[in-house]
């Protein structure tokens, strides 16, 4: 069942999805060669408390972190570690945040120093994806308007799309209806850390996006303006958070 928001909901969720995309503008600030991903994780948690919220994740099915940091060939939920990162790694950062009892979840993929052609085109395919289905978050639009975009835009880049993970609605739950395909990978022994089979690198992005009578409008980006903000539409229709990621 989707879950329809009210303004004054999206309101909440906007000042939630503010917040967590300054946590991730500043753990892109210190993502550099030497860093461990623990390192990282406690930032996330430093940051998201002192703004007052709760780092969503921690606690959640039984995960202890405030972060997900996958590496390279590791597609999403990887266990913060020790690990250091290296020059040309590709890092993930996914995260959520509770800010006055409503969610926000986004996540991005930054180059670690230099990194190889191959992983540029990769993570500007992925991010370019991530746009063009936002863009088909329109009112009178079907999901799978969404997920075709998204598909044959990664697919035209010479690139695959994970099957086995979805975006998803959002709100007072992380996860709510409706799921939102993207269109192989396996997990380790951690029962967390999701992999390419080959394996191949691997990039995420993902906003949380509410759908408006004014177009999509991305909450978790670091704000400017409202415009900057929200892709316009001539369709009139009801408010609705949800979640994209690819």
């Known amino acids: ?34 860093i461990t991903l623990l390192e990282l994780d406690r930032e996330a ?21 405030a972060i997900c940091t996958s590496v390279n060939d590791q597609v999403v939920h990887g266990i913060p570690t020790n690990r250091k990162l290296r020059e040309g790694d590709l890092l993930s950062l996914d995260a959520g945040l509770i800010h006055r009892g409503f969610w926000a979840d986004a996540g991005l993929t930054v180059g670690i120093g230099k990194i190889s052609v191959e992983a540029q085109q990769l993570l500007d395919a992925t991010r370019e994806s991530l746009e063009i289905g936002i863009r088909k978050a329109q ?34 739950d992380m ?10 990978v396996a997990l380790l022994g951690d029962g967390w850390t999701v992999v390419t089979v080959d394996p191949s690198l691997s990039a995420y992005f993902e906003h949380s996006v509410a759908i408006t009578a004014d177009g ?17 539409s001539r369709l009139v229709g009801d408010g609705q958070g949800g979640d994209l990621e690819d």
């Open 1 to 34: 069942m989707i879950i329809y928001k009210s303004e004054a909901e999206i309101d909440l969720m906007r000042e939630a999805g503010a917040i967590l995309a300054e946590a991730l503008a500043r753990l892109q600030t210190i993502a550099r060669p030497g």
């Open 45 to 65: 948690d430093r940051f998201i408390r002192g703004r007052g919220c709760i780092p969503g994740f921690v606690g959640y099915q039984g995960y202890q972190n």
């Open 139 to 172: 009112v009178g639009n079907r999901i799978g308007d969404i997920s075709a975009a998204i598909q044959q835009h990664v697919e035209g880049a010479g690139f695959s799309v994970v099957e086995s993970f979805v975006g998803h609605g959002i709100g007072r």
């Open 175 to 184: 996860h709510e209806d409706p799921q939102v395909p993207n269109f192989g």
């Open 216 to 232: 999509p409008e991305i909450l978790t980006s670091v704000r400017k303006s409202d415009a900057q903000h929200r892709l316009p």
